[in-house]
């Protein structure tokens, strides 16, 4: 079977990527950054007016919507890109190494965003080394080492002694 444009947007909206470098655009305010999100899934316009400053106010950055990306502390930086997430709704966040370039205390936030994010449904996938992460959301812990999974266990801690 044939993957259509239809299916692919629709595939694209069920499930997002936010990686480590956060893949934002510097150039672009912060409300471009989230709408440009939207625009190459063909959202319209009128639903981008509607869910950009609704995503930008769920992580705490809508006073900062005019604001270029470069002038952004990494935590902020971050908040856009869970907020590009967010437009889309999506079923599933796969999350790459969400507090690698953040501060113990901004680390935290993102961290309670996560939460909230799994309280309403989602499913997010967190690739990450920080144990004290790990330990601290009481989650299932899958463990690979070589490419293999070694342990797949609810509600663990991230150990690999």
Not at 5 to 28: H, M, N
């Amino acid at each position: 079977r044939w993957v259509t444009e239809e299916s692919l947007l629709a595939f694209r909206r069920e499930i997002w990527v936010i990686f480590q470098d956060y893949k934002l655009l510097e150039s672009k305010k912060v409300y471009e950054n989230v709408a440009f999100a939207m625009e190459v899934c063909w959202y319209s316009d009128e639903i981008i007016r509607k869910k950009v400053p609704e995503a930008l106010e769920k992580v705490g950055l809508l006073i900062k919507k005019d604001k270029f990306v470069y002038e952004l502390s990494w935590g902020e930086k971050q908040r856009v890109a869970i907020a590009r997430a967010l437009v889309h709704d999506p079923k599933i966040i796969i999350w790459d190494e969400p507090t690698g370039n953040l501060d113990p205390e901004t680390a935290k936030e993102i961290i309670w965003i996560f939460t909230d994010l799994n309280i309403d449904w989602k499913t997010v996938i967190m690739a990450t080394h920080d144990s004290n992460i790990v330990n601290s959301l009481n989650k299932r812990v899958i463990t690979f080492q070589d490419r293999k999974i070694i342990s797949d266990k609810e509600n663990w801690d991230y150990n690999l002694k």
